[in-house]
């Protein structure tokens, strides 16, 4: 029930704000979610990418919003077993968080889980 007024609400984003504004950015990575959540990966990965991409043209590259837009993004992969993808947008956006938002910050916090559960399956794994 959720994806058709997630797609509404893109569509009306872009009719009423066009295609480079935030909103569509946040639209994109929404439905992303949606689409992940339901395990339908390969929808969500062109959807995460063109969100980045729009996010890092409208705010550039140090934005936390960038950072959010790397972590999603390194989940998907990381749920799939693309560790190896998962791992550097892990990183990138931690080298965002840090010094901007601090190392406390929930949004790092959440990362830095992210990146410490990621290593802990990979060493599992050679183990």
Do not use: F
Request: proline share 6%; net charge negative.
């Amino acid at each position: 029930e959720a994806e058709p007024l997630y797609i509404q609400a893109l569509a009306l984003w872009r009719k009423l704000l066009g295609e480079e504004h935030p909103d569509i950015a946040q639209s994109l990575n929404n439905l992303a979610l949606l689409y992940r959540s339901q395990g339908r990966y390969s929808e969500a990965e062109p959807l995460y990418i063109q969100a980045l991409a729009l996010w890092r043209k409208l705010l550039g590259e140090e934005h936390p919003d960038i950072a959010q837009s790397l972590n999603n993004l390194a989940v998907l992969y990381d749920s799939q077993g693309r560790y190896s993808e998962a791992e550097p947008l892990y990183i990138q956006a931690l080298d965002i968080l840090e010094p901007r938002l601090g190392a406390n910050h929930p949004n790092t916090v959440t990362v830095r889980g992210n990146l410490a559960d990621l290593r802990d399956r990979l060493s599992s794994n050679q183990e």
